[in-house]
């Protein structure tokens, strides 16, 4: 709309004020000369003037008119003036307005809207408007980022557990895994898996196990002391730490490009309720979030749940392996028993007698028992015969009042003080073995009992000893410990990887293959054989790896190409997944027994040659056959005599040794299990062995009543602590372990229960 000019408008209405005034000045005239009062003329306009005075107020009616005009033309410009005003605010509002809108409904939500009226209600709306549809899209950004924050987190966590799950028994390869993935996950740039290990001499301390930086696998062997630096502090507070400003020097760690230094650092712990496994550290260029940090806190926790897993199940492995190795010895014994068992049988025989004899004693030493009472403060009250006549006395009189360690060795006194401390003031019994000091200056091995006699009201009244000589036995014990530490020795054992890698081995293995063990570590178990055996000894060697045990003898060849026999043994060992983690190898050297086999048969062969010639020669060539003979019948005796030496030293272990059939039915039994059950060999061989166990079978444990079940498959190769009954009911605490052999088609189970107190 264009703005109307002033001067137009005022003229105008002047104009139009003044014509209108002097319409009254000539209306008066023209009706006096209508009426014939006067001429219309200028003379005739004069006279009337005279004539009528008024004339001259009508004169001035044009100008009053003229000035209304005036008046009336500003005033008309002022609304026109004012209306256009109007028009333009009204059309500039209406663009502002539009220019609003459009940049909301393009979603520029910062756009600015000045009010400039209070009453500016639409632009009030547009405004509220505005921040309504900016806080509808903050609240919908916002929770679209924490969706995306959950599904990342969901993603991570799945992601994680599953590398959890194929971890290996690699532990350097298992925290590459993790930290290297967890490193990208969070986009960050450098990362350390650290875990918490304990030495004797330096402590605990956590040591560096993988590092992970700018894309790339690092090598770094780093320890750190459980109480030093952030990862120190980190331990002690079992809380995640999290900084933005990492301190100069803090990371050493570079890039292949050039070194630069992350601003954020994480570090959280690996713990499992208040035991610490670990520490995780994340080093970044940009800040990492609330969510990641609990992110990488649920991480951990599922790593110390794995890593205490493994713990568990490295234990588990160790103490499975040491069952297995056991089990294996055993089960050679019990070959070398087996292939040795006619040889026995005039053994058990002529033992059966002596054990008889020895039974008979220690029936009679077990019904009359070493018997004494003393004083709270150690003072003698009374000791049958049994105790004056084992200790050297002839009378009560010579050893009643007397305290108690006039009976003790000096040595011995120190910490029997502690035993009889207790034992006055109503503690503990006290069963075990006791060195006594006879009154001869000797020493008297004794299984003793010291247990509190009590009064009406609680308190101790005395102490009651009980005892059995012991003195042989515990002789025999430490003769038989003796003679089975020489039996290990005796023993040629190596380890072996599945790839038949060399891994270990014994003293003797050394000394009898002329090899260092530095020169061992460079080979494998086939370099040991001769190239035109290798190829047979490989299949063997498959069927070992396949957890098919070989048993059989076998030619080695020593570091200077010597060729030597051995007895050997190959079986597998597993890990805690069914897979074979190396191969045991125990042998014994029969070169000379070999040598004397070779040569056996060249002299059968040779015989067999005589033979021919005999019916040429006649008697000259039977005299050399009959001497031939007889040298070996001479090298055979001395190969039995050998075994049946053997076998005596087996047949004297304190371990109670117990052999049935598959009916149950005892085959074998070793003067130790006679002693403990006070049964001789020809009243329990081929008898069934429930008469070993009496009483109710649900009192024994299940490795027990799988054991005395005909017919059934038995649990072999796995030790367990159980109890046992003697022949006076008491319950005897022991390591029990079941071993199987076959023979032909005859099955038999070999049962040992070792550390049996004497």
């Given at each position: 709309m264009?703005?109307?000019?002033k ?8 104009v139009?004020?003044?014509l209108i005034?002097l319409?009254?000045p000539a209306?008066?005239l023209l009706l ?6 006067v001429?219309f003329s ?7 003037h005279r004539?009528?005075?008024?004339q001259y107020?009508?004169?001035i009616?044009?100008?009053c008119s003229a000035l209304?005009?005036y ?9 026109r003036?004012s ?7 009204n ?6 307005i539009?220019?609003?809108?459009n ?13 400039e009226?209070r009453q500016?209600?639409l ?6 408007l505005?921040?309504?549809?900016r806080k ?6 916002r ?5 995306d924050?959950?599904n990342w ?8 557990a599953e590398?959890?799950?194929m971890h290996g ?5 298992f925290?590459?895994n993790i930290i290297?993935?967890?490193?990208k996950y ?6 350390g898996?650290?875990?918490a290990?304990e030495?004797?001499?330096t ?6 196990k993988?590092?992970y930086?700018y894309d790339?696998?690092?090598f770094t062997?780093?320890?750190i002391?459980?109480?030093e630096g952030l ?8 809380q ?8 100069d020097g803090y990371l050493t760690?570079t890039?292949?490009?050039?070194y630069?230094?992350p601003?954020?650092?994480l570090i959280?712990?690996?713990i499992?309720?208040t ?11 940009h800040?990492i979030e609330?969510?990641q940090i ?5 991480v951990a926790e599922?790593?110390?749940m794995t890593?205490?897993g ?7 492995a160790?103490?499975l392996k ?5 089990a294996e010895a ?12 006619e ?5 058990q025989?002529e ?5 008889e ?5 220690t ?5 009359t028992?070493?018997?004494a009472?003393y004083?709270?403060?150690g003072?003698l009250?009374y000791a049958?015969?049994?105790f004056l006549r ?8 010579e050893?009643?009042?007397?305290h108690?360690f006039?009976?003790i060795d ?5 910490w029997f003080?502690e035993?009889w ?7 503990k ?6 060195k006594h000091?006879?009154?001869q200056?000797?020493d008297?091995?004794?299984?003793a ?7 009406e009201?609680?308190?101790v ?7 059995i ?8 014990s430490?003769d038989y410990?003796g003679?089975?530490d020489a ?10 990887a599945?790839?038949?890698?060399f891994?270990s ?7 009898t293959m002329?090899y260092t063990?530095k020169?061992?570590e460079?080979?494998s178990?086939f370099?040991?054989f001769?190239?035109k055996?290798?190829e047979?000894?490989?299949?063997v060697w498959e ?9 059989g ?7 200077y ?6 007895r050997?043994?190959?079986?597998a060992?597993n890990d805690?997944?069914?897979?074979v ?9 029969i070169t000379?027994?070999r040598l004397?086999?070779i040569?056996?048969r ?6 067999k ?8 020669t006649g008697?000259?060539?039977?005299k050399?056959?009959?001497?031939t003979?007889l040298?070996?019948?001479a090298?055979y ?8 030496r053997?076998m005596q030293v087996?047949d004297g272990?304190?371990d109670l040794?117990?052999?049935i059939d598959?009916?149950?039915n ?6 130790a299990?006679?002693?403990?059950w ?6 329990v061989?081929?008898k ?6 009496p009483?109710?079978?649900?009192k ?7 054991y005395?079940?005909p017919?059934?498959?038995?649990i072999t190769g ?5 109890r046992?009954?003697?022949n ?7 390591d029990?372990?079941?071993t199987?052999s076959?023979?032909k088609?005859?099955?038999s189970y070999?049962?040992?229960f070792s550390?049996?107190?004497?």
């Amino acid at each position: 709309m264009d703005t109307p000019r002033k001067d137009d408008i005022i003229i105008r209405f002047t104009v139009y004020g003044l014509l209108i005034g002097l319409f009254f000045p000539a209306g008066a005239l023209l009706l006096a000369t209508l009426l014939g009062e006067v001429n219309f003329s200028l003379q005739g306009l004069a006279f009337l003037h005279r004539v009528f005075p008024a004339q001259y107020f009508i004169d001035i009616v044009p100008f009053c008119s003229a000035l209304a005009g005036y008046y009336l033309g500003m005033s008309i410009y002022e609304g026109r003036q004012s209306l256009f005003q109007v028009h333009n605010l009204n059309t500039g509002n209406s663009l502002k307005i539009s220019a609003f809108v459009n940049k909301l409904i393009h979603n520029e939500l910062d756009a600015e809207y000045n009010l400039e009226d209070r009453q500016d209600i639409l632009g009030e709306s547009l405004i509220k408007l505005r921040d309504n549809v900016r806080k509808n899209q903050e609240e919908q950004a916002r929770r679209k980022r924490e969706d995306d924050q959950k599904n990342w987190v969901s993603a991570g966590l799945a992601k994680f557990a599953e590398l959890l799950r194929m971890h290996g028994d690699d532990m350097e390869e298992f925290a590459f895994n993790i930290i290297s993935n967890l490193v990208k996950y969070l986009s960050a740039n450098q990362g350390g898996f650290y875990l918490a290990e304990e030495e004797e001499v330096t402590g605990r301390y956590f040591s560096m196990k993988a590092c992970y930086a700018y894309d790339r696998k690092k090598f770094t062997d780093k320890k750190i002391r459980w109480d030093e630096g952030l990862i120190g502090t980190c331990a002690m507070e079992r809380q995640s730490i999290y900084i933005s400003e990492i301190p100069d020097g803090y990371l050493t760690i570079t890039s292949g490009l050039g070194y630069a230094g992350p601003r954020y650092l994480l570090i959280v712990p690996l713990i499992i309720q208040t035991e610490i496994f670990g520490m995780i550290e994340i080093a970044s260029f940009h800040a990492i979030e609330t969510y990641q940090i609990r992110f990488v806190e649920s991480v951990a926790e599922s790593i110390a749940m794995t890593l205490s897993g493994l713990k568990s199940s490295i234990r588990t492995a160790e103490l499975l392996k040491a069952s297995r190795k056991q089990a294996e010895a055993l089960a050679f014994q019990e070959d070398k028993m087996r292939r040795n068992m006619e040889e026995l049988k005039m053994i058990q025989e002529e033992a059966a007698l002596q054990a008889e004899k020895f039974i008979s004693f220690t029936n009679s030493v077990n019904h009359t028992l070493i018997r004494a009472e003393y004083a709270t403060d150690g003072t003698l009250l009374y000791a049958n015969t049994k105790f004056l006549r084992m200790l050297g006395y002839f009378s009560n009189s010579e050893v009643e009042g007397q305290h108690i360690f006039m009976f003790i060795d000096k040595k011995d006194q120190e910490w029997f003080k502690e035993i009889w401390e207790r034992l006055s003031t109503g503690g503990k019994h006290y069963e075990g073995y006791m060195k006594h000091v006879t009154r001869q200056g000797q020493d008297l091995w004794t299984m003793a009992t010291y247990t509190c006699v009590r009064k009406e009201d609680g308190s101790v009244q005395k102490i009651l000893f009980l005892a059995i000589d012991t003195t042989e036995q515990k002789k025999q014990s430490l003769d038989y410990e003796g003679q089975i530490d020489a039996i290990n020795r005796l023993n040629i054992s190596a380890q072996f990887a599945p790839d038949g890698k060399f891994i270990s081995c014994n003293e003797l293995f050394l000394e009898t293959m002329k090899y260092t063990r530095k020169e061992l570590e460079r080979m494998s178990v086939f370099d040991f054989f001769d190239k035109k055996d290798i190829e047979n000894f490989s299949e063997v060697w498959e069927n070992v790896v396949k957890g098919i045990p070989y048993r059989g003898q076998l030619k080695n060849l020593t570091r200077y190409e010597d060729e030597k026999w051995f007895r050997a043994t190959y079986s597998a060992v597993n890990d805690m997944y069914g897979e074979v983690a190396k191969v045991i190898y125990l042998a014994n050297e029969i070169t000379s027994e070999r040598l004397m086999e070779i040569e056996s048969r060249r002299q059968t062969d040779k015989l067999k040659i005589q033979e021919e010639k005999l019916k040429l020669t006649g008697f000259e060539q039977k005299k050399k056959l009959e001497q031939t003979k007889l040298e070996l019948a001479a090298e055979y005796a001395a190969i039995e005599k050998e075994r049946s030496r053997f076998m005596q030293v087996l047949d004297g272990l304190p371990d109670l040794v117990l052999t049935i059939d598959q009916s149950a039915n005892i085959i074998y039994i070793n003067p130790a299990a006679e002693r403990f059950w006070q049964m001789q060999k020809n009243q329990v061989i081929g008898k069934s062995v429930h008469r070993l166990f009496p009483g109710d079978a649900s009192k024994y444990d299940v490795l027990i009543i799988n054991y005395l079940s005909p017919g059934v498959t038995k649990i072999t190769g796995e030790k367990r602590r159980v109890r046992i009954m003697n022949n006076k009911g008491k319950w005897i605490g022991t390591d029990m372990i079941v071993t199987i052999s076959e023979v032909k088609d005859e099955v038999s189970y070999t049962a040992v229960f070792s550390k049996l107190p004497v």
